[in-house]
């Protein structure tokens, strides 16, 4: 189990420590008014001096008591007007005696109501947190207590061969503690382990694993315990390993039910017990002589005590209501993912590594989440059974045999019959018009308004000095600076509506008085420096009504579709005609009509060349020409020889010349 650490409270710090003198209390109340008069560091030595001493004199009679709670009685104490103590003045040696005293005298009363709804609401304080929180917290624990193991991983420089193996066991043990899936010191598990690793990160690749860098080698790291986790947790789901893997799922179908039911139980008997005290209130109300012996302050406080106790288990409640909404979609999600993991593995001896790898990420975050569902309802089951320390005052102040007696001749009512009592008789805002009144069906998030004082009437509480009665919120809501205001009737909302501020500071002064109303009602604007730190946030936080919104309307001009039937024919001469043609139509075939002869036919089509100009040409006129020889014959003319003898040359053009 992870608890998150111890904090402060507000007015409990740190510091150098000093011996309280005339001005040590001086700041401590200033913080209350906001006049500090020293300076802070040394403010914070006297508080803690103060909550020292306090502390030591509680331990020496027996009494062990936290810082926190110490330091919120001081500042009970000192809120109290009958205790004397002024503010706005410097305080002497005297007075801090004084306020340690009445400190101790009310650390050291066991059998008061009021220290026990101080210690339960500082109990709660301390130990509570959101849902978003612990988880958060609860995975940095785990971070840092493997940190030394990752660092041994990271920092390794193995490179002999006994080196190697040893470093490959360290991954393996990694990968169990990070999982969470069993002990590294059970040679099974640890022999299952190493063989899913194995299948996707041999012992050969060690040596590229230690040439990465640091950062890459935690976020390997992460991957790989994610992926065998998811392997081992699959071959769990086929029956062929598993071991040492708890049944998370069905371990959780059985706890939420078990825890629910307790809490159920005790709540029930809460509101029981507030029922018969508030019953007993009203009647000593209207006969004052039974306050002589029942002395109805100390009922009052164990009222407040119950209603504080009430509160608590309603938060516990919501939050395990919550868990058990994210199991039960874990679970389809976690049967859906094995299912798919299935159909992609089958019989097949080899898959995608982009195909499975995905999925067994995915089964191990599941199977992470079911973790922390569990450890957050171990938590949660945990607180529950420790708030029950802190109701031991009831059954030696009231004992049974004493509220029967005080119950004889009185109807109990419960809650939800006090508002139906008054369920008609609502407010009527035309009664109040400077003032703004909210109603169901007037405002839109209703249900989500940040009632004052938890939702009990105002009017009530202020009137009979602190007796606490349910407001009903559908009679109507008082808006009044910007905060909201619930009323038990209506003739409390009327009275309450005519002078608010004198109802609110006598609503004030009564938890100046009874420190525990101070976060029983949520008075935490009033007292800042007594916010619980699970409140802190929610200081600021003011929903507003939604009364009025921009909206806008359209009418169409035909609502209704036309009924106008076109085809509609009132002359009996007319639909004797189309009669007729219809029969007509059965002995013909048109071309939307097919018989059975007919509907094998299909359209065809063909193609024919066109006519165009077109001549032919049978005979062709031709000529071809031929050189014409010439010849030139020399010589005869004769010349001075008798005998003559002529030259023949031949001029002929050649062919291609022509």
């Known amino acids: 189990m992870v608890t998150r650490p111890t904090r402060r409270a507000p007015g409990c710090p740190e510091g150098p420590g000093k011996d309280p003198g005339e001005e040590s209390l001086d700041t401590a109340l200033a913080l209350d008014s906001g006049q500090a008069r020293m300076p802070p560091t040394q403010a914070e030595s006297v508080i803690k001096n103060i909550i020292r001493e306090i502390g030591q004199e509680c331990a020496a009679h027996g009494e062990i008591v936290s810082e926190t709670l110490v330091a919120f009685m001081v500042k009970a104490v000192v809120l109290d007007p009958s205790n004397g103590f002024n503010m706005d003045r410097t305080l002497i040696k005297s007075d801090v005696q004084k306020l340690v005293k009445h400190c101790v005298t009310r650390l050291l009363d066991n059998k008061n109501p009021s220290l026990d709804t101080i210690k339960m609401q500082v109990y709660f304080d301390m130990n509570y947190t959101s849902r978003e929180e612990f988880l958060e917290e609860h995975h940095r624990v785990l971070e840092s207590r493997l940190g030394s193991v990752m660092r041994e991983i990271t920092d390794n420089r193995a490179c002999a061969r006994e080196e190697l193996e040893s470093l490959y066991r360290k991954i393996v043990s990694y990968v169990l503690l990070r999982s969470g899936l069993g002990s590294p010191t059970d040679i099974k598990i640890v022999r299952e382990a190493t063989a899913a690793l194995q299948s996707v990160f041999p012992q050969a690749e060690l040596g590229t694993f230690l040439t990465l860098s640091k950062k890459d080698k935690e976020r390997q790291l992460k991957e790989l315990t994610m992926i065998v986790t998811g392997i081992r947790l699959f071959n769990r789901d086929c029956g062929k390993g598993g071991e040492g893997i708890d049944d998370l799922p069905a371990i959780l179908h059985e706890a939420i039910p078990a825890t629910t039911q307790h809490i159920d139980s005790q709540l029930q008997i809460a509101q029981e017990q507030a029922y018969r005290y508030t019953a007993i209130l009203e009647k000593v109300r209207q006969n004052p002589l039974m306050s002589v012996q029942l002395q109805p302050y100390m009922l009052k406080e164990a009222l407040y005590n119950v209603r504080q106790y009430e509160i608590f288990l309603q938060i516990i409640l919501s939050d395990i209501i919550t868990c058990a909404q994210e199991v039960e979609m874990m679970i389809k999600k976690l049967g859906a993912q094995l299912e798919q993991l299935k159909m992609i593995v089958k019989s097949k001896t080899a898959v995608p590594t982009s195909q499975v ?302």
Not at 364 to 374: A, G, I, K
């Open 357 to 658: 790898f995905p999925i067994f990420i995915a089964l191990s975050n599941l199977w992470t989440s079911f973790q922390d569902e569990t450890v957050l309802i171990s938590v949660l089951s945990n607180l529950t059974s420790h708030l029950e320390a802190f109701l031991g005052a009831h059954e030696l102040l009231f004992p049974e045999k004493v509220l029967r007696g005080l119950l004889d001749g009185v109807t109990v009512k419960t809650d939800v019959f006090r508002m139906r009592e008054q369920m008609e008789d609502r407010v009527n805002a035309e009664d109040f018009r400077k003032l703004e009144w909210l109603f169901p069906e007037t405002t839109a998030n209703f249900d989500k308004l940040l009632l004052q004082y938890r939702g009990f009437c105002a009017y009530t509480f202020a009137t009979t000095d602190g007796l606490l009665l349910p407001g009903n919120s559908a009679i109507g809501i008082l808006k009044y600076k910007d905060k909201y205001y619930t009323f038990n009737s209506r003739d409390a909302a009327y009275s309450f509506a005519e002078n608010p501020e004198n109802y609110i500071n006598l609503i004030t002064e009564k938890a100046k008085k009874n420190a525990e109303l101070i976060q029983l009602l949520e008075l935490h604007q009033q007292f800042e420096t007594l916010i619980p730190y699970s409140q802190v946030k929610d200081v600021d936080k003011h929903i507003k009504p939604i009364t009025k919104c921009e909206s806008g309307t359209q009418t169409d001009t035909h609502i209704l579709p036309p009924t106008i039937v076109r085809s509609y024919e009132w002359n009996e001469w007319e639909l004797r005609r189309k009669a007729i043609k219809l029969a007509n139509l059965r002995q013909k075939v048109t071309h939307s009509v097919q018989t059975d002869l007919s509907h094998m036919r299909r359209e065809n089509g063909s193609q024919v060349y066109s006519s165009k100009d077109a001549s032919t040409q049978s005979m062709k006129e031709g000529s071809t020409r031929v050189p014409r020889p010439q010849v030139y014959i020399a010589g005869l003319r004769g010349g001075r020889a008798k005998t003559t003898c002529g030259v023949k040359v031949n001029l002929t053009r050649a062919i291609d010349e022509t």
